[in-house]
T-cell receptor, first 115, second 113 residues
């Protein structure tokens, strides 16, 4: 069965520091991968996606992610965190070989930013 | 272009009642998916609609149902509410059926007492 693991439930970084959020997926076929961000009381905003091609993808708000098939990982990075980045981040996977848009989400990582 | 809208934003119901939630997708989007978000179970897929037909369903009891109208708007219904149905219900729309980026609405916060 497909699954997504975000090993870090909570991460605290200082403003201006770099950030890496980890995501590991379990999926045998063609994974399509996404990162979403959710601010309190809000819905999910798409940060970036990977379908195929270049394994380093750029997203909005200065985020990027790297797909590593050998490690079944899709980690999210940002070189310099801003206080407004404090939120919950979700990694998600979908079956690229099927005709369904069903997303499987990780449990989320809460990011706290220290001033 | 307006985003995904969901109504109502907040809802309080009593056990045993039923509830209907509404979702209007982004203009031109034809696929609508619903997700339930709870602190314990996280984000779980409920169902997906395209061309007024349910295309995929998650592992939820039959009390959870939905439909899609010809203008792509969607509703979901939960009958015989249980305390465990308290959750944030999120609707997402995408341009086509299949794996495309999904855009989420703000959600409906349902509280069952």
């Amino acid at each position: 069965a497909q699954s997504v693991t975000q090993p870090d439930i909570h991460i605290t970084v200082s403003e201006g520091a770099s950030l890496e959020l980890r995501c590991n997926y379990s999926y045998g076929a063609t994974p399509y991968l996404f990162w979403y961000v959710q601010s309190p009381g809000q819905g999910l905003q798409l940060l970036l996606k990977y379908f195929s091609g270049d394994t380093l993808v750029q997203g909005i708000k200065g985020f990027e992610a790297e797909f590593k098939r050998s490690q079944s990982s899709f980690n999210l990075r940002k070189p310099s965190v801003h206080w407004s980045d404090a939120a919950e981040y979700f990694c998600a996977v979908a079956d690229g070989s099927s005709n369904t848009g069903k997303l499987i989400f990780g449990q989320g990582t809460t990011l706290q930013v220290k001033p | 272009k307006a985003g995904v809208t969901q109504t109502p934003r907040y809802l309080i119901k009593t056990r045993g009642q039923q509830v209907t939630l509404s979702c209007s997708p982004i203009s031109g989007h034809r696929s609508v998916s619903w997700y339930q978000q709870t602190p314990g179970q996280g984000l779980q897929f409920l169902f997906e609609y395209f061309s007024e037909t349910q295309r995929n369903k998650g592992n939820f009891p039959g009390r959870f149902s939905g439909r899609q109208f010809s203008n792509s708007r969607s509703e979901m219904n939960v009958s015989t509410l249980e305390l465990g149905d308290s959750a944030l219900y999120l609707c997402a729309s995408s341009l086509k059926r299949g794996v495309y980026e999904q855009y989420f609405g703000p959600g409906t916060r349902l509280t069952v007492t």
